[in-house]
């Protein structure tokens, strides 16, 4: 990906080009062996294209890959956002598996955790080189743990307000 030093509301963000561009992070499960929070401040331009923002398998929104998001997955949910400034979370551990968009819970499914130990984590675009992002990334926050729903609601608007995300309802 590409630095750019005044994207999001004037702040740097990662361009991600939509071809194969893409960073490695390695096995994370150590940081988070039981559960985690994932937020995601993003502006999506790849129309009708599917995504990925944060992963670590090929296998999509699935409470046994719980950091993963990809577009047009309708095994869980058919409608993320193909356009436009987000930010999405994820809540994941053995009681809890939900997504965020913008404040609104888009969708959940049944709880189960599984930390991704032994796999490569990736922001972008599968570690194969599938389902690239194009759009920008200015901030990534991981807690090793679920978040309660005020505390979730901050961080939420805290992105929101930072880079200019007007439609964020929490």
């Not at 999509?60 to 987000?86: I, K, R, V, W």
């Not at 984590?121 to 990534?140: F, K, R, V």
């Not at 991981?142 to 995300?165: C, F, N, P």
Request: proline share 6%.
């Amino acid at each position: 990906p590409l630095l750019v030093a005044a994207g999001a509301n004037g702040h740097p963000v990662l361009r991600f080009d939509g071809s194969s561009s893409r960073i490695y992070l390695g096995d994370l499960s150590r940081y988070f062996p039981s559960g985690a929070t994932l937020f995601v401040a993003t502006t999506i331009n790849n129309n009708d294209a599917d995504y990925l923002l944060f992963g670590n398998s090929s296998f999509y929104e699935s409470p046994d890959h719980p950091m993963t998001f990809h577009a047009n997955a309708a095994t869980f949910n058919p409608n993320l956002p193909q356009a436009g400034s987000y930010v999405f979370a994820l809540n994941s551990d053995n009681s809890v598996y939900n997504m965020v968009t913008n404040g609104t819970l888009v969708n959940s499914a049944a709880p189960g955790y599984n930390n991704g130990q032994g796999v490569n984590w990736t922001i972008g675009c599968m570690a194969s080189g599938g389902y690239p992002l194009n759009g920008d990334i200015p901030e990534l926050i991981l807690y090793d743990h679920v978040l309660s729903s005020t505390e979730a609601a901050q961080v939420g608007r805290y992105l929101a307000d930072k880079y200019g995300m007007s439609s964020y309802t929490a």
